[in-house]
């Protein structure tokens, strides 16, 4: 009897250090918003960051609505991360490695690491975009200069 004391002892004590009986925060949101949002003063580009370490609790992958204004033209830029479009709305200019190609609502536009990229906004309204960053570490540099506020949740 001593023995099963013991080993049950064992076994729930490994149980709770595994997590399996406690109930402590799971470490990351299970519903959320977003986390913030990125504007610069006069600008009508806007980053609403929608997952990152703050509330996936780890950094796999980056998640931001991404509204770019009629007429944006980006400059080319080199990723050393994958990148995923999916255009929400608008029409999105998307070059790869000099490859042009315009995505309409419902495409996807992928990036890998080492390419070069340049995106613009065609037609007379703005373009939404679902952009994700594999790993997230490595995703949105740009934004940390801009100025943000929080997502209230």
Known sequence: MRYLHSFLTVCLATAISNGVLAQDAPGYDYTTKGTQIFQAPG?????????????????????????????????????????????????FGHSVNGVDAILEVGEIGIVKPGDTVTHSVHGNGAATVLTFWVPGGTGAPAFAGMPSRPIEN
Do not use: C, W
């Open 43 to 91: 600008s009508d580009f806007i980053a609403k960051i929608l997952v990152e370490a703050a509330n996936l609790g780890s950094e796999e992958v980056k998640i931001a609505e991404l509204t770019f204004p009629v007429g944006y033209s980006g400059s080319g830029h080199l990723h050393g991360a994958i990148e995923i479009f999916y255009v929400l709305k608008g029409r």
